[in-house]
């Protein structure tokens, strides 16, 4: 079964061993190998949401839980991150930067489908989208290089692609309008 202060303390020792995301993302790998493990370890998904697993300043683990159906907009972290699936699917658009664009727009460069036991490494500068395809509920533990609510980022426009500071509020709104959808789906079925 998924130990959250083992796994901490697996994710702290890679992260002292190697300050780049390859060792944590072996760590990773080893939980999401079991998801029923994960899954017994930190509780069933019941809505979209984000939960603080573990917050340092250079070290933040979250749990997130998409709804079925959402969509968050463009953004980057500006540090390394491990996704590691243990339910469900994220489809990732990546992005980059169009060359000399005063707005700072983006365009497509890529995609990418992660799906239950896999754990992908996104790099420092990664600009993606996130997508949960499915009808279901999506979970997934992130690892971050950093401390995820502290380091200012940037989000784009999802219809003008336009740059902009990234503001949590607009997110976790996201989430809540996801799980209404949801929660409504749920009852009318």
Known sequence: MFDLDRFVEDCRGA????????????????????PAGVIAGIGEPRRAEVQKLYHAPDLTILNVI???????????????????IYTGRENNIFWRRLPDDAAGRIEAAGAKSVGERDAEPLGRDIIHTVTNP???????????????????????????????????????RLFEEANAAYEARMRAS
């Open 66 to 84: 998409w709804a079925p159906g959402m969509t968050i907009r463009p953004h980057n972290h500006l540090m390394w991150a491990v996704i590691g």
């Open 15 to 34: 992260l002292s061993a190697d300050r780049t995301h390859k060792s944590v993302r072996e760590v990773v790998a080893r939980a999401v190998a079991d």
């Open 134 to 172: 499915l009808d279901r509920l999506t979970g997934a533990i992130h690892v971050y290089g950093g401390d995820f609510f502290a380091t200012p980022r940037n989000e784009w426009d999802p219809e003008t692609l336009v740059e902009a500071e990234f503001e949590m509020q607009t997110t976790m």
